[in-house]
């Protein structure tokens, strides 16, 4: 990975570092919170709800989270890859 960087501008290399971090981290947020609902997706938890599995708050307000925390990541994962081209392009 070294050789990565090594011909991409500090300040763009800092922000593919960034970015590939934050996604990261909304990742594993994300999982940690259909964890815990002992569920695979969003969909899955808000099925729970519906069908009277789970109460509705404060599990609805996870589920707000756990959209909000996947639609982050797919933004910040795209302007990782924006990042990504334009580092290939130098």
Do not use: C, K, W
Not at 8 to 20: G, M, N, Q, V, W
Not at 39 to 64: F, K, Q, S
């Amino acid at each position: 990975m070294p050789e990565f960087f090594e011909s991409i501008d500090f300040e763009l290399a800092t922000a593919i570092e960034e970015l590939a971090r934050l996604s990261y981290e909304l990742r594993e947020n994300r999982n940690a919170i259909l964890a815990a609902h002992d569920v695979a997706d969003e969909a899955a938890l808000l099925a729970r709800i519906e069908a009277g599995e789970a109460d509705e708050h404060p599990t609805y307000e996870y589920y707000l989270a756990a959209r909000i925390l996947a639609d982050t990541r797919d933004a910040a994962r795209a302007a990782l890859a924006e990042s990504l081209q334009e580092a290939n392009r130098t």
